[in-house]
C-alpha cells in the first residue's frame, strides 16, 4: 500500500545564529557651564546696528 502523500518532506536545517556585536559607547563632552553662562550674559547683540534698524521696522507696523 503507498503512502497518502508519495513525496517526502526536506528536514529542515538548525537556524544560523548570528554572534552579538558589542556596539561602541559614544560619549560626549558636555561643554563647560562657564562658557554657556557668558553666552547667555552677553546682550551685545542688543546694541547691533542691523538688529537696531530690523527692531525699527517692527515698530513702524
Known sequence: MTPVWPFS???????????????????YERPSEDDQKSKLEDR???????????MA????K
Do not use: G
Request: hydrophobic share 30%; aromatic share 2%.
Open 9 to 27: 518532506r526536506k528536514k529542515s536545517k538548525p537556524r544560523k545564529v548570528k554572534p552579538i556585536e558589542d556596539k561602541p559607547v559614544v560619549n
Open 44 to 54: 551685545s547683540h542688543l546694541e547691533d546696528k542691523d538688529f537696531l534698524d530690523a
Open 57 to 60: 521696522l517692527l515698530e513702524d
